[in-house]
């Protein structure tokens, strides 16, 4: 029940200091705290910056999210500022969206550019692969994620390896850059 109403509070705290916050540049949004006792702060809202903040690394089970239309982003620190809607997770960083999930130790969102970055130990999970990678940097206007660093994209049938792939995603077509490698196997295969 306390957790219930802490992260009620949050809520109400954050609409009643800046409707900006969550009607960020035209998107509906949900901001939830969770897990934290009720005499403990875990986040704040600068009005005159527009900048809202909060780490839950030190409380046991506790939980950041931010729902922005169908896209979901949790994490143990956060900080999004609202005057050109950046959002930056750390810690346990993680984005889920209907058809794939995103984790990595930072993953930021730059909702003017409409563009993701995501670095430090990238996995990405799809219905037909999972990528691993340093740094994913993706752009919502061309629909391309570019992969960079220790690249390793898992298929059911195979496996590539590289520096930098490119993702052109509605074509659902890689490109590789610079020296890759690949193993793949027959699927009718029963070694």
Request: charged content about 30%.
């Amino acid at each position: 029940m306390k957790r219930g109403l802490t992260s009620l509070l949050v809520v109400a705290v954050v609409l009643g200091c800046g409707m900006g916050l969550v009607y960020a540049q035209g998107t509906v949004g949900t901001l939830e705290i969770t897990g934290v006792p009720t005499d403990v702060a875990a986040g704040r809202y600068d009005r005159e910056a527009g900048v809202f903040s909060a780490d839950v690394t030190e409380i046991e089970g506790a939980l950041i999210t931010v729902k922005l239309e169908d896209v979901k982003i949790l994490g143990k620190t956060m900080e999004w500022r609202t005057d050109d809607d950046y959002l930056v997770f750390t810690v346990d960083a993680k984005l889920t969206q209907a058809d794939f999930e995103l984790t990595g130790e930072q993953i930021e969102y730059f909702g003017e550019a409409k563009k993701l970055k995501s670095t430090g130990k990238v996995v990405v999970i799809t219905e037909d692969s999972t990528v691993y990678a340093d740094q994913l940097d993706y752009d919502e206007e061309t629909d391309e994620a570019i992969f960079t660093g220790n690249v390793r994209v898992v298929f059911s049938d195979g496996v590539l390896e590289g520096e930098k792939f490119l993702m052109l995603l509605e074509k659902s077509e890689l490109q590789f850059f610079g020296s890759f490698q690949g193993e793949f196997s027959d699927s009718d295969d029963k070694q």
